[in-house]
C-alpha cells in the first residue's frame, strides 16, 4: 500500500530540510592593525630620506669618495689620539668632554668614521644594507651629524681666528698640531665632505645646531664674567 506521501508506490519521499533558524556564523579575517609611526620618526624626516645620498657623490664615483673619507677618518683619528695626550700631559684633561673645541670635533671624527664604516660597506657589497637594516634612529642620527659638524666646523674656526686667536701664545709643535687641527683643518675636513657627498642639508638640520652654539657662546660669557 502506497504511503500518502510518496510520489510512486513503496518510494518515500523525504521531507526537504527545515531552514536554520540562525545563520552560520561568518569567518572573517580582520585586517592585522597598521603599526604606527613614531612621532619621533616623523620628526626626523626619516621617511624622506635618500639613503644612496650617504654613499654617493656627483662629482667622484662612490669609491673614490671612500678613499676620501679614509684618508680624513685617519687623520682625525690621529688628532684625537693627540688630544688626548697633549691634555694629560699638560693636566687639562678635563677640557676633552668640556670644552665645545673638543666636543664638536670628537662629533667630526664619529662623524667620518661612521660615514666611512658605510661607504666602505657599500663599495664590497653595492647595497644599502648597513643603513637600511640598521635601526631607523641611527641612520637619522647620521643625517642630523651631518648638519651639526657643518655648522660648527664653520663657526668654531671662524670664532677663533676673529675673536681668540693670540699670535704671542706659544706652544710646542705637538699642541700647535692639535690647535691647528682643531681651528682650521677641521674646515677642510667638512668642506670636502660637502663638496663631494649627496647628502641634503634643510636649514631645519642647521637652526638646532646654530642655536646650540649661540646658547653656549652665552653661558660660556657669563662664565667667564662672573
Known amino acids: ?11 518515500i519521499v ?36 635618500d639613503l644612496t645620498r650617504f654613499i654617493s657623490s656627483n662629482l667622484i664615483s662612490a669609491t673614490g669618495l671612500l678613499h676620501i673619507r679614509l684618508l680624513i677618518a685617519l687623520h682625525l683619528t690621529a688628532v684625537f689620539i693627540a688630544t688626548l695626550y697633549v691634555s694629560a700631559r699638560d693636566n687639562v684633561f678635563y ?5 665645545f673645541t673638543n666636543l664638536s670635533n670628537i662629533g667630526l671624527t664619529a662623524y667620518y668614521l661612521t660615514a666611512t664604516y658605510h ?10 644594507d648597513s643603513l637600511s637594516k640598521q635601526h631607523w634612529f641611527l641612520t637619522s642620527a ?23 686667536f693670540d699670535p704671542n701664545n706659544t706652544m710646542d709643535p705637538l699642541n700647535k698640531y692639535v690647535d691647528f687641527s682643531h681651528h682650521g683643518a677641521d674646515l677642510a675636513c667638512i668642506l670636502f665632505e660637502m663638496l663631494f657627498n649627496r647628502m641634503e642639508l634643510p636649514w631645519v638640520a642647521i637652526l638646532g645646531p646654530l642655536s646650540m652654539i649661540i646658547l653656549y657662546m652665552f653661558l660660556a660669557w657669563v662664565y667667564f664674567a662672573a
Open 142 to 164: 647620521l643625517s642630523l651629524l651631518y648638519g651639526s659638524v657643518v655648522v660648527y666646523h664653520i663657526v668654531v674656526p671662524a670664532i677663533y681666528w676673529g675673536m681668540l
Open 119 to 128: 661607504s666602505i660597506r657599500y663599495v664590497r657589497n653595492r647595497n644599502l
Open 1 to 11: 500500500m502506497a504511503s500518502a506521501e510518496s510520489g510512486a508506490p513503496g518510494v
Open 14 to 49: 523525504p521531507k526537504a530540510p527545515e531552514p536554520a533558524t540562525q545563520d552560520a556564523p561568518s569567518i572573517s579575517k580582520e585586517a592585522p592593525a597598521s603599526k604606527s609611526i613614531p612621532k619621533l620618526k616623523l620628526f626626523l624626516r626619516y621617511d624622506s630620506l
Open 95 to 99: 677640557m676633552v668632554p668640556t670644552t
